[in-house]
């Protein structure tokens, strides 16, 4: 069974309309959706409740594959707002200390066939004021609140995850947000939905 997680029910509502035919806001923060072949669960925005939300996912059902999919802000000059991208490498990025993480760098296999593909960094904590890019965002290209919890609870529990993510907007400021992120929604629940139905 295939495991979908978003963080709000605004970026879950495409998808659910798309492949359910249940109505826009029907799955709620903490809620999920089961079907035959998967379970779609929100599990809200931010590090702590993607974790709890992830583990309690894994322990409630029986997963072959977990997808996260969502919104992210690009770091990288060369995403352009509107492109859906697979990570294929994921950092925690609210880490002060640099040498010998208690957390690891992990790679991803990118989740189907997208035109492109990057690393993401999942902070909580952005410093919007900052004169010059910190660390991570230099070395990722872009960034979200959640992918690394759910990326690292699934490691643990031996479950493979992929990533995918619209690109909603710039960071720091460099550009507006994307002023139809539905319709970017939609675009990522169109990946997904064409990863199904090839059962890749």
Known sequence: MLGVIFSTPHEAAPFVEQYTGERFGELEEGAHLETEEQVIAVVGP????????TRRLLHEHDLDTLVHAGGAVALADELEVGTVVGATFVLEGDRVELEAPDYPRMPLDSPFDLEAEGTLVSQDHVREDADEPGYWERIADMRDATGYAVAYVAAQHGTPCHIAKGITG????DAAPSTDQQA???????CLQK???SGS
Do not use: N, P, Q, S
């Open 195 to 197: 990863h199904m139905d």
């Open 46 to 53: 931010g590090k702590i409740k993607a974790a709890l939300g």
């Open 170 to 173: 710039r960071a720091h400021g």
């Open 184 to 190: 970017l929604y939609r675009a990522v629940a169109t």
